[in-house]
T-cell receptor
């Protein structure tokens, strides 16, 4: 079955460490996205990529980095510069097309906790 | 389970009743809207979408209404079931900003009482 897979489900980070969250999709979607979710707030956009080897900053990109070397993969690195990284991270993918909009397929999320 | 919103507005309904979840959007340039359902500890699931050239769209037990005059979106769930208990988000695509990603609302928690 096609889908989008995030790993790990739970991740613990020590102060000053960089950690990378994995996101893989086999839906043949061109676009991929990373959102952060905190209690009492909606989803906030970190980075997105409409095509391989290209990505754009979202609303809260500081302290995060991404790469898009393959269509199927869009890993997110939470760097030590991100001062409050504890959150639920959601990856999504979608089709793209001129003049059209398409809904997202989401992964099941990664819960990151600073210890 | 994962808490996705400690301070979300909550709608509590009895099983079998109809539910109406509302969403206000601020940008008149938004041209596409989606409703998502998120259960505790899981990623959001697509429910239904609507484009700005429509006022109403129906799915299985769900209806989305779009009022562009007052920039209001609603999700109606018929014969609400315990399995409908979740957090519901509206999302919009804001045209003309160069941003090619959805903007999400803060969510509403739906609690279905048996």
């Amino acid at each position: 079955d096609g889908g989008i897979t995030q790993s790990p489900k739970y991740l613990f980070r020590k102060e000053g460490q960089n950690v990378t969250l994995s996101c893989e999709q086999n839906l043949n979607h061109d676009a991929m996205y990373w959102y952060r979710q905190d209690p009492g707030q909606g989803l906030r956009l970190i980075y997105y990529s409409q095509i391989v080897n290209d990505f754009q900053k979202g609303d809260i990109a500081e302290g995060y980095s991404v790469s898009r070397e393959k269509k199927e993969s869009f890993p997110l690195t939470v760097t030590s510069a991100q001062k409050n990284p504890t959150a639920f991270y959601l990856c999504a993918s979608s089709r793209t097309g001129t003049g059209h909009n398409y809904g997202y397929t989401f992964g099941s999320g990664t819960r990151l906790t600073v210890v | 389970g994962e808490s996705v919103g400690l301070h979300l507005p909550t709608l509590s309904v009895q099983e079998g009743d109809n539910s109406i979840i509302n969403c206000a959007y601020s940008n008149s340039a938004s041209d596409y809207f989606i409703w998502y359902k998120q259960e505790s500890g899981k990623g959001p699931q697509f429910i239904i979408d609507i484009r700005s050239n429509m006022d109403k769209r129906q799915g299985q037990r769900v209806t989305v209404l779009l009022n562009k005059t007052v920039k209001h979106l609603s999700l109606q769930i018929a014969a609400t079931q315990p399995g409908d208990s979740a957090v519901y988000f509206c999302a919009e695509n804001i045209r003309d900003t160069g941003r090619r990603a959805l903007t999400f609302g803060s969510g509403t928690r739906l609690q279905v009482q048996p």
